[in-house]
């Protein structure tokens, strides 16, 4: 079935410093939509961005992933990295089966 | 703006209770979800419901029911609360099983089972 792999639990950087979270998955299907999800700590959940088309970049919030169908890969990355973006970021990936499959998540904290 | 809203927040319950969490929407979705969410696992899917009179088994519905009265409702229902069931739930709501489709998400409930 689908799979999503998130291997970092925990990133921590310095303000400033460049993001990357990194996302991998697994589906047959070829219309697979993959998502970021941002969980900000006493909030709800939210859509950050989503995408399915391969190789195009994908923007929000100072945030953009590419997905790449070869290595099925969707990582997110933001050139500078601030307090404010502390949170628990989830990759999911929407397919034929009806059903979100989510991550474990990893959390960024961004220190001074 | 979409808008769910979960009751209680916060709920301590005893071991072999009955617990019922509350999920209510006001974006006229026809899906809606439960999770948990649990440090090293995620979010995982509990049950899920096409729209009112209709409840499917998600991917770790052991121990747990659901009713969906309504369009707007949407409830998980443990009848015999155990202490593995500590955690916080997640509810969330999308327009239809399309995959591009984004879930909208509750504030969550952090329940505790002693």
């Known amino acids: 079935g689908d799979s999503v792999t998130q291997k970092e639990g925990l990133v921590t950087l310095t303000e400033g410093l460049p993001v990357m979270l990194n996302c991998t998955y697994q589906?047959?299907?070829?219309?697979?939509?993959l998502f970021w999800y941002v969980h900000y700590l006493n909030e709800s959940p939210r859509l950050l961005l989503k995408?399915?088309?391969?190789?195009k970049r994908t923007e929000h919030q100072g945030f953009h992933a590419t997905l790449h169908k070869s290595s099925s890969s969707f990582h997110l990355q933001k050139s500078s990295a601030q307090l404010s973006d502390s949170a628990l970021y989830y990759c999911?990936?929407?397919?034929?089966?009806?059903?979100?499959?989510f991550g474990t998540g990893t959390r960024l904290q961004v220190l001074p | 703006e979409a808008a769910v809203t979960q009751s209680p927040r916060n709920k301590v319950a005893v071991t072999g209770g009955k617990v019922t969490l509350s999920c209510n929407q006001t974006?006229?979705?026809?899906?809606m979800y439960w999770y948990r969410q649990d440090t090293g696992h995620g979010l995982r899917l509990i049950h899920y419901?096409?729209?009112?009179?209709?409840?499917e088994k998600g991917d770790i519905p052991d121990g747990y029911k659901a009713s969906r009265p309504s369009q707007e409702n949407f409830s998980l229902i443990l009848e015999l609360a155990t202490p593995s069931q500590t955690s916080v739930y997640f509810c969330?709501?999308?327009?239809?099983?399309?995959?591009?489709?984004?879930?909208?998400f509750g504030p969550g409930t952090r329940l505790l089972v002693l």
């Open positions: 969330a709501s999308g327009d239809a099983f399309r995959v591009q489709d984004t879930q909208y």
């Open positions: 974006n006229n979705h026809n899906n």
């Open positions: 419901s096409y729209g009112a009179g209709s409840t």
């Open positions: 589906t047959i299907y070829s219309n697979a939509f």
């Open positions: 995408s399915s088309t391969d190789n």
């Open positions: 999911a990936l929407s397919s034929n089966t009806n059903k979100v499959v």
